[in-house]
C-alpha cells in the first residue's frame, strides 16, 4: 500500500463523549481548508516485565497523539471555530486573549492510496482533538515567490471510551467523503 495524496480535511466540535455503546456527538462541522498535509505521531507507554532474564510480558499501551496539519489557507472563521477566539461584531477583528479555551474536535481527511494497482481512498477520523496555537513565519519576496501557508497542531485524546480513531477504506472517493461527512455531522449541500 502506497499513499498518494491528501484530501478533504474537516473538523466539527465534539459536545458529548461516547460511553458504553453510546456514540460521540457532534456539532455541525466544517472544511478547514484544502489539504497539504498532516503529520501523524503517536506516542505510546511501553512496559517490560523481565523473567528468566528476557522478557516475559510486554504491553504497549496507545498515550496521546499529535497531528500537525497543513492547508493553502485558514480563514478567520476557520481560526475562530478550531482555536477559541472570537471575531468583533463586523466581523473583520479576531481577538485572542489569554482566557480563550479551544474546544474539543473531531478531526478528520482521507489518503487516496494505491494497493495492488487499484486506487482505494482511506478515511480517517480522529475522534477528540484539541488544537493549539500555530506559530508563524513570514519573510519578503526574494525575486521570485514563495509560498506561505498556514500550520497547525492538535492534540489527538482518548474518548469517554478509551476510542482515539476512527477508520475505513472504500473504493470511491465518494464514499470516503459521506463517511467523513457523517462523523462530521455536515449535509452534502453544506460542504465546499
Given at each position: 500500500m502506497a499513499l498518494v495524496g491528501l484530501k478533504y480535511m474537516v473538523a466539527a466540535p465534539l459536545t458529548e463523549e461516547g460511553t458504553d455503546k453510546k456514540e460521540n456527538t457532534y456539532e455541525q462541522g466544517f472544511v478547514v481548508g484544502k489539504a497539504i498535509k498532516a503529520d501523524i505521531q503517536i506516542n505510546s507507554a511501553n512496559a517490560y516485565l523481565y523473567g528468566d532474564d528476557a522478557v516475559a510480558e510486554s504491553d504497549t499501551s496507545f498515550t496521546d497523539g499529535t497531528v500537525s496539519i497543513g492547508t493553502t489557507q485558514m480563514s478567520e472563521d476557520i481560526q475562530t471555530k478550531v482555536l477559541g477566539h472570537k471575531k468583533n461584531e463586523e466581523g473583520n477583528e479576531i481577538?485572542?486573549?489569554?482566557?480563550?479555551?479551544?474546544?474539543?474536535?473531531?478531526?478528520?481527511?482521507?489518503?487516496?492510496?494505491?494497493?495492488?494497482?487499484?486506487?482505494?481512498?482511506?478515511?480517517?477520523?480522529?475522534?477528540?482533538?484539541?488544537?493549539?496555537?500555530a506559530n508563524e513565519s513570514m519573510q519578503t519576496k526574494q525575486g521570485a515567490t514563495n509560498f506561505v501557508t498556514p500550520e497547525m497542531s492538535a492534540t489527538i485524546m482518548t474518548d469517554a471510551k478509551g476510542d482515539w480513531k476512527k477508520e475505513e477504506t472504500f473504493a470511491t472517493e465518494a464514499e470516503a467523503i459521506a463517511y467523513l461527512n457523517k462523523k462530521a455531522n455536515i449535509q452534502a449541500s453544506e460542504a465546499v
Open positions: 481577538t485572542a486573549n489569554a482566557a480563550d479555551v479551544a474546544p474539543y474536535l473531531g478531526l478528520g481527511f482521507y489518503a487516496p492510496k494505491m494497493d495492488n494497482h487499484v486506487k482505494k481512498y482511506r478515511a480517517i477520523w480522529f475522534v477528540k482533538t484539541i488544537f493549539a496555537e
